[in-house]
């Protein structure tokens, strides 16, 4: 910038020159650093708001003078930490050159570490006149506007590490923070649906006692609700709406919205740490909160439109100016990852998360949108490239959710090491198989055995699949096997939001029934998943609620129900315990025996010489399946023999690992089958340990030669004795 001139001897200007990093408002004793980046606008002021002791908010403009490589800067003195502040800009007006300067929008820190109140859906908070986006909207903003905090935090964390569990050893648990204790009798009242309410003993101990090795947050980033769900009386409940990447969602604090959420969002961390369960992160680095052109102006926008947000021509036409943003998101925007301060932003943050707030992973939304260089999907892009070479994000859990809103955006298989993957393809293959709609048994297999089709080929390993049956958008697994059709009429959109693709099946009857046939017929196919989840080789996924048979009434695209349609219900009631029960002893296996949860992929064929192949797949008459089998689309039911001893692969300290070997059969037939027990030179006799047969209980002793009944779609899981 140009220096000004002093006006008289002696003078001292109110904001000190300050410096241009790092981003954001940075407390001192002494002043606070406020700096953001803005290369396109002709001036900046920190706004600053307090109250004036009567009850009224007083706004306070200090004017950053001094830019330096596109950031204007400047440090305030006498701010105490909790301060509320935005931004205001000066630029040029020229929307169909993709520039929205307009002074008249207090603008959130793209930095901003907390946020203070919500943003309240007004025609103010758009930078355009409503019904005009030509004219340029003179109403203020600030009065519907959230608050940027001035956060210091001096929290203790102690001897506080990450605890460095492998991926074999991982069972993710997506939950919701406000959903998960909402409901919660056990959870004191006012801390239900907080960060607080998660680190409570009623939720942790919970979790330990189910299995479950990792908590995956659904978006903790602070998030607003858009315009049109606020015309239907809704709100945006998942949180797939970001607005400040480096803010924990303030509604979910308990202690306050001043920064203690910051406070409270450690303590969280540190609580599950303590109890030996890792935190991921579902993050939104794709798409913002200010939608399409026509969308609200809230930060981003304001600051540097064309910087953030990609545009059509961009790419193709470099030098054209058009304001056609660029959507492989379905949101309006897609953030463009090649740009320098958008990449920097996206790195910043993951790395603040991972150093400052203690989290271990992350579940990038819609990777395959930020995973592009001139708009083309490019699996060494910058923010992939920049990300595996950086010493601190290279060696934190990274999932992507391989695909995006476009048609050339779906990637299941194709992403790099270290990253694993969301693996869709299990999902459709195991609900298909259970439904009786499985096209042959081989591809139910090869989803068991850890999708080697997807990801052998590029030297990962079968944890790169993260198996799911659900997730948080779609059915509940109590839902799948009671509804055939979506019912999202309390959604507003007369049914035309949510897949149609459910893959399905009510068992006889839609919606909730007292037949108990039905009611067992279905217990029993939910467990069936959920045993199959929990057995197959990769990383399962288990969204919160589903082991307690949850149901959303048949709603899949609950995004803006936050009400007992999401929330889970903690009373014994209606709840499926029987379907826990099996998922808890599931996951005990499974943490118990490593010969469930192997790394390297199987190979059928001997771990010692002279021993029985590590993998063997059977024929319900005792004999190994054949080519003639593989290809006989008939065949409703399969074994997996997996063996135990020795392990083909060694132990931390090269010693050979000895297991017991387990046989696993799966009957998605309505129909009994007769298996039987192959008899062999290595193992004569076993037990079953887990059972969704009725007739088959758990404890049963078998030997080799002999002959089972199993029943009509149900799973038995035999341990050698």
Same mark, same amino acid.
């Given at each position: 910038?140009?220096?000004?001139?002093?006006?008289?001897?002696?003078?001292?200007?109110?904001?000190?020159?300050?410096?241009?990093?790092?981003?954001?408002?940075?407390?001192?004793?002494?002043?606070?650093?406020?700096?953001?980046?803005?290369?396109?606008?002709?001036?900046?002021?920190?706004?600053?708001?307090?109250?004036?002791?009567?009850?009224?908010?007083?706004?306070?403009?200090?004017?950053?003078?001094?830019?330096?490589?596109?950031?204007?800067?400047?440090?305030?003195?006498?701010?105490?930490?909790?301060?509320?502040?935005?931004?205001?800009?000066?630029?040029?007006?020229?929307?169909?050159?993709?520039?929205?300067?307009?002074?008249?929008?207090?603008?959130?820190?793209?930095?901003?570490?907390?946020?203070?109140?919500?943003?309240?859906?007004?025609?103010?908070?758009?930078?355009?006149?409503?019904?005009?986006?030509?004219?340029?909207?003179?109403?203020?903003?600030?009065?519907?506007?959230?608050?940027?905090?001035?956060?210091?935090?001096?929290?203790?964390?102690?001897?506080?590490?990450?605890?460095?569990?492998?991926?074999?050893?991982?069972?993710?648990?997506?939950?919701?923070?406000?959903?998960?204790?909402?409901?919660?009798?056990?959870?004191?009242?006012?801390?239900?649906?907080?960060?607080? /309410?998660?680190?409570?003993?009623?939720?942790?101990?919970?979790?330990?006692?189910?299995?479950?090795?990792?908590?995956?947050?659904?978006?903790?980033?602070?998030?607003?609700?858009?315009?049109?769900?606020?015309?239907?009386?809704?709100?945006?409940?998942? /949180?797939?709406?970001?607005?400040?990447?480096?803010?924990?969602?303030?509604?979910?604090?308990?202690?306050?919205?001043?920064?203690?959420?910051?406070?409270?969002?450690?303590?969280?961390?540190?609580?599950?740490?303590?109890?030996?369960?890792?935190?991921?992160?579902?993050?939104?680095?794709?798409?913002?909160?200010?939608?399409?052109?026509?969308?609200?102006?809230?930060?981003?926008?304001?600051?540097?439109?064309?910087?953030?947000?990609?545009?059509?021509?961009?790419?193709?036409?470099?030098?054209?100016?058009?304001?056609?943003?660029?959507?492989?998101?379905?949101?309006?925007?897609?953030?463009?990852?090649?740009?320098?301060?958008?990449?920097?932003?996206?790195?910043?943050?993951?790395?603040?998360?991972?150093?400052?707030?203690?989290?271990?992973?992350?579940?990038?939304?819609?990777?395959?949108?930020?995973?592009?260089?001139?708009?083309?999907?490019?699996?060494?892009?910058?923010?992939?490239?920049?990300?595996?070479?950086?010493?601190?994000?290279?060696?934190?859990?990274?999932?992507?959710?391989?695909?995006?809103?476009?048609?050339?955006?779906?990637?299941?298989?194709?992403?790099?090491?270290?990253?694993?993957?969301?693996?869709?393809?299990?999902?459709?293959?195991?609900?298909?198989?259970?439904?009786?709609?499985?096209?042959?048994?081989?591809?139910?297999?090869?989803?068991?055995?850890?999708?080697?089709?997807?990801?052998?080929?590029?030297?990962?390993?079968?944890?790169?699949?993260?198996?799911?049956?659900?997730?948080?958008?779609?059915?509940?697994?109590?839902?799948?096997?009671?509804?055939?059709?979506?019912?999202?009429?309390?959604?507003?959109?007369?049914?035309?939001?949510?897949?149609?693709?459910?893959?399905?099946?009510?068992? /006889?009857?839609?919606?909730?029934?007292?037949?108990?046939?039905?009611?067992?017929?279905?217990?029993?196919?939910?467990?069936?998943?959920?045993?199959?989840?929990?057995?197959?080789?990769?990383?399962?996924?288990?969204?919160?609620?589903?082991?307690?048979?949850?149901?959303?009434?048949?709603?899949?695209?609950?995004?803006?129900?936050?009400?007992?349609?999401?929330?889970?219900?903690?009373?014994?009631?209606?709840?499926?315990?029987?379907?826990?029960?099996?998922?808890?002893?599931?996951?005990?296996?499974?943490?118990?025996?490593?010969?469930?949860?192997?790394?390297?992929?199987?190979?059928?064929?001997?771990?010692?010489?002279?021993?029985?192949?590590?993998?063997?797949?059977?024929?319900?008459?005792?004999?190994?399946?054949?080519?003639?089998?593989?290809?006989?689309?008939?065949?409703?039911?399969?074994?997996?023999?997996?063996?135990?001893?020795?392990?083909?692969?060694?132990?931390?300290?090269?010693?050979?690992?000895?297991?017991?070997?387990?046989?696993?059969?799966?009957?998605?037939?309505?129909?009994?089958?007769?298996?039987?027990?192959?008899?062999?030179?290595?193992?004569?006799?076993?037990?079953?340990?887990?059972?969704?047969?009725?007739?088959?209980?758990?404890?049963?002793?078998?030997?080799?030669?002999?002959?089972?009944?199993?029943?009509?779609?149900?799973?038995?899981?035999?341990?050698?004795?």
């Amino acid at each position: 910038m140009t220096p000004g001139m002093w006006d008289h001897e002696g003078q001292r200007n109110a904001v000190w020159p300050g410096r241009n990093w790092p981003l954001g408002a940075t407390w001192s004793e002494e002043s606070t650093n406020f700096a953001v980046y803005a290369p396109r606008a002709t001036r900046a002021w920190v706004c600053l708001f307090e109250d004036d002791g009567h009850g009224t908010e007083v706004e306070t403009r200090v004017e950053l003078t001094e830019q330096s490589l596109g950031i204007w800067h400047g440090a305030v003195p006498g701010l105490m930490a909790g301060a509320l502040y935005g931004y205001r800009v000066e630029g040029p007006w020229r929307p169909a050159e993709g520039l929205r300067f307009n002074v008249n929008k207090l603008l959130l820190d793209p930095y901003g570490r907390a946020v203070s109140g919500t943003v309240t859906p007004e025609p103010a908070i758009f930078s355009f006149v409503i019904g005009t986006p030509e004219v340029m909207s003179e109403l203020d903003s600030a009065p519907y506007m959230a608050r940027s905090v001035v956060v210091y935090d001096e929290f203790d964390w102690g001897d506080d590490t990450p605890l460095g569990r492998r991926w074999r050893d991982t069972v993710i648990y997506e939950l919701h923070v406000k959903g998960m204790t909402q409901l919660h009798d056990r959870v004191p009242e006012e801390l239900r649906g907080t960060y607080a /309410g998660l680190a409570t003993p009623a939720v942790i101990d919970y979790l330990r006692d189910l299995g479950v090795t990792a908590v995956e947050l659904l978006p903790v980033h602070q998030f607003v609700s858009e315009p049109k769900l606020a015309e239907l009386g809704l709100v945006n409940y998942w /949180g797939y709406n970001s607005i400040g990447f480096f803010a924990p969602h303030g509604a979910y604090s308990a202690s306050g919205d001043r920064g203690q959420q910051v406070t409270e969002f450690k303590t969280m961390v540190k609580a599950f740490h303590d109890a030996g369960l890792e935190v991921y992160l579902d993050v939104v680095y794709n798409h913002t909160a200010e939608a399409g052109p026509r969308g609200p102006t809230l930060s981003f926008r304001g600051l540097d439109d064309r910087g953030y947000y990609q545009r059509v021509s961009d790419q193709l036409h470099p030098t054209a100016k058009t304001d056609a943003y660029w959507d492989v998101t379905g949101c309006g925007n897609t953030v463009d990852a090649t740009h320098t301060q958008s990449l920097r932003m996206i790195l910043d943050s993951l790395r603040y998360w991972v150093s400052e707030m203690h989290v271990d992973g992350f579940r990038f939304d819609l990777m395959s949108a930020l995973a592009r260089t001139n708009q083309e999907i490019d699996m060494g892009s910058h923010l992939l490239v920049a990300i595996g070479q950086d010493p601190v994000l290279r060696h934190v859990k990274l999932i992507a959710e391989p695909w995006d809103a476009s048609m050339d955006g779906y990637r299941v298989g194709g992403f790099p090491p270290p990253w694993i993957e969301w693996n869709d393809q299990y999902r459709d293959t195991v609900r298909d198989f259970w439904r009786g709609r499985a096209d042959g048994i081989r591809t139910v297999a090869t989803r068991l055995a850890g999708s080697s089709d997807l990801y052998a080929d590029d030297g990962r390993s079968p944890y790169a699949s993260v198996n799911f049956v659900t997730a948080h958008d779609g059915f509940t697994l109590r839902d799948l096997v009671s509804y055939d059709q979506k019912h999202n009429e309390a959604n507003g959109e007369n049914g035309r939001d949510g897949t149609d693709n459910n893959r399905s099946w009510n068992c /006889g009857v839609e919606g909730e029934t007292d037949d108990p046939e039905i009611i067992a017929l279905r217990r029993r196919q939910a467990a069936n998943m959920m045993a199959m989840l929990c057995f197959s080789n990769g990383v399962p996924m288990l969204t919160a609620g589903d082991e307690r048979g949850r149901t959303q009434g048949g709603n899949n695209n609950a995004y803006g129900q936050d009400n007992e349609t999401s929330w889970i219900d903690w009373r014994p009631d209606d709840a499926w315990l029987d379907l826990y029960e099996i998922t808890k002893t599931a996951l005990r296996l499974r943490r118990e025996h490593p010969a469930l949860r192997q790394r390297h992929w199987f190979e059928g064929r001997p771990t010692i010489k002279g021993g029985p192949k590590d993998i063997v797949w059977l024929h319900p008459e005792g004999r190994e399946m054949s080519d003639a089998d593989w290809r006989d689309d008939s065949i409703k039911a399969v074994g997996l023999f997996v063996l135990g001893d020795p392990l083909r692969f060694p132990g931390a300290h090269g010693e050979q690992q000895r297991d017991k070997s387990f046989m696993i059969w799966l009957n998605s037939s309505p129909n009994d089958v007769v298996l039987t027990l192959p008899e062999n030179a290595w193992i004569s006799a076993g037990e079953i340990v887990l059972s969704t047969d009725s007739t088959n209980p758990i404890g049963t002793q078998v030997k080799a030669g002999e002959q089972v009944k199993q029943e009509g779609r149900s799973v038995l899981v035999f341990r050698q004795t």
